[in-house]
T-cell receptor
Framework: GEDVEQSLFLSVREGDSSVINCTYTDSSSTYLYWYKQEPGAGLQLLTYIFSNMDMKQDQRLTVLLNKKDKHLSLRIADTQTGDSAIYFCAEKPRSGSARQLTFGSGTQLTVLP | DGGITQSPKYLFRKEGQNVTLSCEQNLNHDAMYWYRQDPGQGLRLIYYSQIVNDFQKGDIAEGYSVSREKKESFPLTVTSAQKNPTAFYLC?????????????FGQGTRLTVV
């Protein structure tokens, strides 16, 4: 079955870049997502990438996809204290599967002043 | 404003009681989902529904039940058979299978057994 893995914790200094990594196993994934969760709240979609793309940039966010290695990363430039949150990687399996998204365990990003 | 609303935000349950968590959406989405979140374990799928009057078990359905009598509503009942119900519960909805199908999440309900 599908499996999505992330490291649990990441700490960076304010102003530095953060890179959060994710690996997945389902080679038929169609879309891959990054969600952000602030304390005590639901998940908010940050960005997504279609599986035939290598990179997507959206302001401070850059998503890189290495489909051969099934590796996805999220780079946050000029990380701010407001970026402290849990970041979830998720993948959508091929069309026809009703189960929708499979989530990773989440990476807790801590931004230090 | 369109969105997905969960209530209550906090819920306390005595052992042996059933409790029902509410999830309502006004996004006209066909699909709705319930996830359970425990620290360090990410989101685990409890139940999902692709259409009114139909729902499917997810990975951890034991001890839970759902109904989907209306498109807008997908309540989750945590029964006394659920041995470890203390967790953060998230409801989500999406248009359906096609396209990028972004999932929209509610703000969650934190359930505590006392």
């Amino acid at each position: 079955g599908e499996d999505v893995e992330q490291s649990l914790f990441l700490s960076v200094r304010e102003g530095d870049s953060s890179v959060i990594n994710c690996t997945y196993t389902d080679s038929s994934s169609t879309y891959l997502y990054w969600y952000k969760q602030e304390p005590g709240a639901g998940l908010q979609l940050l960005t997504y990438i279609f599986s035939n793309m290598d990179m997507k940039q959206d302001q401070r966010l850059t998503v890189l996809l290495n489909k051969k290695d099934k590796h996805l990363s999220l780079r946050i430039a000029d990380t701010q204290t407001g970026d402290s949150a849990i970041y979830f990687c998720a993948e959508k399996p091929r069309s026809g599967s009703a189960r929708q998204l499979t989530f990773g365990s989440g990476t807790q990003l801590t931004v230090l002043p | 404003d369109g969105g997905i609303t969960q209530s209550p935000k906090y819920l306390f349950r005595k052992e042996g009681q059933n409790v029902t968590l509410s999830c309502e959406q006004n996004l006209n989405h066909d699909a709705m989902y319930w996830y359970r979140q425990d620290p360090g374990q990410g989101l685990r799928l409890i139940y999902y529904s692709q259409i009114v009057n139909d729902f499917q078990k997810g990975d951890i359905a034991e001890g839970y039940s759902v109904s989907r009598e209306k498109k807008e509503s997908f309540p989750l009942t945590v029964t006394s058979a659920q041995k470890n119900p203390t967790a953060f519960y998230l409801c989500a909805s999406s248009i359906g299978e096609q396209g990028s199908t972004e999932a929209f999440f509610g703000q969650g309900t934190r359930l505590t057994v006392v």
